[in-house]
């Protein structure tokens, strides 16, 4: 599935969310599989916490979403990607006027 972006805050938050090297890391890490925040902590070695604040910024700019399976203890947070690639439409379909108010 494509995300295609025209919306200027919509861009901002998807250059700003692939703007870390971390971030990009955890993108192409989520298309080989599925992986819990646990998962890419361990894979990454950052923090639980540092993690978790990269995939909020993901989760806005709408590039992956969190959801719930079945795990071993009840159930586990899995993060997935949305989307495979990412159109920035630079080209305000109303001309520049409409670009700035």
Known sequence: MDLVV???????KVIEALSSITRVN???ML???EL???ELSE???LSKGT????????ESAGLVESVYVPGV??????IRPKVERV???????????????
Not at 73 to 78: A, D, I, L, Q, S
Not at 87 to 95: A, M, R
């Open 6 to 12: 025209e919306d200027l805050e919509d861009i901002m």
């Open 26 to 28: 955890i993108l192409r």
């Open 31 to 33: 298309y080989e599989e």
């Open 36 to 38: 819990s925040v646990t």
């Open 43 to 45: 894979r990454l070695r």
């Open 51 to 58: 993690v978790s604040t990269h995939i909020s910024v993901l």
């Open 73 to 78: 203890k009840g159930v586990k947070k899995v």
């Open 87 to 101: 159109i920035i439409v630079l080209k305000p379909s109303g001309g520049l006027e409409e670009a700035y108010e």
